[in-house]
């Protein structure tokens, strides 16, 4: 599919940049960008109670997504280019940010009047936190890190990733009963960051 | 229509300058604004873009410094207008984000000319290259869904329907086929000009668009595919410049660019729902004004003839952003099949036609095809929004 490729390099290029491929790990995460993004959409589309199951979705696959990133991403990337910490410090940053106003919403009933604005606010926080990743961070990634590095920190993101309830649990009607029997945010984050050390444990093997 | 453009007053040049507070607008919402808010801005940078680069043309042929020096002085404001019209797109979205809106604009802007334009000759350009824009918007989605898994429906918001338009692999003609016959200055209606020139304003902006964003993509089909539609925009471009009268003197042309802005930020302003944009679109209103007197003097002073000689008597009907799904499901239904053979449309596909398709394609699959192909292997179906039913035609249906 690289077309007119010259040799080994363009091939290379190719597979790095395929948009489907799994054993790339910026594909993966530009993807869950798109999803977040998607559920964005979802809770601002939905009224009052109805929010509360997309909103769910919402804050698991955020707390999956950036402990992954925190765990597998951000601590390659320091190293991997020049001024690779500078970045992942501003990156770290607009996390702790979009954090604080997660924090803030949690808070709040989703039939609350200060509901929306405040979703809207984190959901621009959260946006251009993932696009200055895609185009600050992920770009010098892909371009200094082997492939065969990539797809193992691939596999580490897809075991965090597996951890997430991303459907609502099947047999439970209610949104709110739904929200009461899901796990808190910490323990969400706790067994994602597990399921991150362990496949990357199991990738570099004893 | 009482508003005649040729009758009001706009705001003195000299005031017209703007420092950097007043040119850092507030970007609109990437979700929660209405996609015609979004299509009206990507109108108005083209028809700036135009504007700033016919000047620069008018001046590298002007002779008289003082002159010079008037179209410089218009052509800074008309910069800054674009700046502060464009910097309305939120730095949010990405690039596809925003080509999916360019090729928005291009079904919805496109469809609404054509269904205006009183001349059948150039109503059928305009109905001709619509089903292409129509089939390059259905390609970038499903890109879009590929490498961001978002849908494009999130973007054109049910306004605007995703499917199948004419193979992109056909839109590849020998560029001798791409030059239309000109409209008659003399003899057409004020508003075709108006029409073509708009078009094909909005043409060059895609194209300028993807010929440089094209290859800030890392992924080779992206790259391709961006490739491929730009070298298709450069067509568009050609086929919608060629309607133009090549007789209309440069004072005439300016004359022409300056009323159709007029006209094009007097539709929006009259159409826009988000406030701030209105407001914007009502003061480049009263500055294009002041730019069209300009105009006007300088077309006097150097063609001895009075403007109102080239100009419709009052500001036609203003131009809508609407949905026309039903009306390209008639153009897709009817026209799907249409290539070009010199300044006409055939449905065979000649030998001139099959020469340049044969140096292009040399048997391999072209991007825009195989981005489908791709779709199809990660998602087990392409993407499209048909909200209106199956398919026009049957062949195209998933």
């Known amino acids: ?206 | 229509m009482t508003f005649d453009p040729l009758e009001q007053r706009g705001i003195p040049l000299d005031r017209q300058v703007r420092g950097w507070r007043e040119l850092n607008v507030t970007p609109i919402d990437p979700d929660a604004s209405d996609p015609y808010t979004r299509c009206r801005v990507i109108t108005m940078n083209g028809i700036e873009v135009e504007a700033i680069l016919f000047s620069h043309q008018l001046a590298r042929n002007t002779v008289d410094p003082e002159v010079k020096r008037g179209l410089a002085e218009v052509r800074y404001v008309e910069a800054q207008q674009q700046k502060a019209v464009n910097w309305l797109l939120p730095g949010v979205s990405s690039v596809l984000e925003t080509t999916i809106a360019y090729e928005q604009v291009a079904v919805d802007l496109t469809s609404w000319i054509a269904r205006m334009e009183p001349d059948p000759y150039l109503r059928q350009a305009y109905e001709f290259g619509v089903l292409e824009d129509f089939d390059h918007l259905y390609r970038y989605a499903n890109l879009y869904e590929m490498i961001e898994h978002r849908k494009a429906e999130a973007i054109v918001d049910g306004l605007t329907e995703v499917m199948p338009g004419r193979p992109t692999r056909m839109h590849h003609r020998h560029p001798f086929d791409n030059v239309r016959d000109p409209y008659d200055k003399a003899a057409t209606d004020p508003l075709s000009k108006l029409h073509a020139l708009t078009v094909l304003s909005a043409e060059q902006q895609t194209m300028n668009f993807y010929m440089n964003t094209g290859p800030t993509y890392m992924e080779p089909i992206a790259r391709q595919l961006y490739q491929e539609i730009g070298l298709v925009e450069e067509e568009h471009v050609t086929h919608y410049e060629s309607l133009v009268d090549p007789g209309e003197t440069w004072w005439e042309q300016l004359v022409n660019h300056e009323y159709n802005e007029c006209y094009l930020y007097y539709s929006f302003m009259e159409q826009e729902s988000h406030p701030k944009v209105k407001a914007l679109w009502e003061l480049h209103l009263n500055m294009e004004l002041e730019h069209l007197r300009i105009a006007c003097d300088l077309m006097r002073r150097h063609d001895g003839r009075e403007p109102e000689e080239v100009l419709a008597p009052q500001l036609p009907n203003v131009l809508t952003f609407e949905p026309n799904k039903e009306y390209l499901r008639e153009l897709l239904a009817t026209q799907i099949d249409l290539t070009t053979l010199g300044a006409g449309y055939v449905r065979e596909a000649h030998e001139r036609f099959e020469q340049m398709q044969q140096r292009l394609h040399d048997g391999e699959r072209p991007p825009s095809d195989r981005v489908i192909d791709q779709h199809r292997e990660m998602f087990d179906r392409d993407y499209r929004q048909e909200t209106e039913g199956p398919h026009p035609v049957a062949s195209e249906r998933a």
């Not at chain 1, 804050?59 to 991403?73: D, F, K, N």
């Not at chain 1, 500078?86 to 924090?103: G, P």
């Not at chain 1, 200094?144 to 596999?155: E, H, K």
Request: zero cysteines; charged letters at 30%; proline letters at 6%.
């Open chain 1, 1 to 206: 599919m690289a077309g007119t490729g010259n040799g080994e390099a363009m091939d290379e290029q190719a597979r790095q940049g395929d948009p489907g491929a799994d054993e790339d790990v910026v594909a993966l995460l530009v993807r869950q960008h798109g999803r977040i993004h998607t559920l964005f959409d979802e809770v601002r589309a939905a009224e009052g109670a109805e929010r509360h199951e997309p909103f769910r979705r919402l804050m698991h696959l955020l707390a999956v997504h950036e402990t992954a990133e925190e765990e597998v991403v951000h601590p390659h990337a320091r190293s991997a280019f020049d001024g690779g910490s500078d970045v992942v410090r501003e990156r770290l940053a607009e996390e702790k940010a979009a954090k604080e106003k997660l924090a803030a919403l949690e808070e709040l009933d989703v039939r609350d009047p200060t509901f929306m604005p405040t979703l809207l606010s984190l959901r621009d926080a959260v946006l251009a936190h993932a696009r200055a990743e895609e185009r600050y961070e992920f770009a010098l990634l892909r371009r200094t890190t082997s492939p065969t590095r990539l797809a193992l920190m691939a596999a580490a993101v897809r075991a965090a990733e597996a951890t997430a309830p991303t459907r609502p649990h099947p047999g439970v009607e209610s949104a709110t009963a739904n929200l009461t029997l899901a796990p808190p945010l910490t323990a969400v984050v706790d067994r994602a960051r597990d399921a991150v050390r362990s496949a990357l444990r199991d990738a570099e093997g004893p």
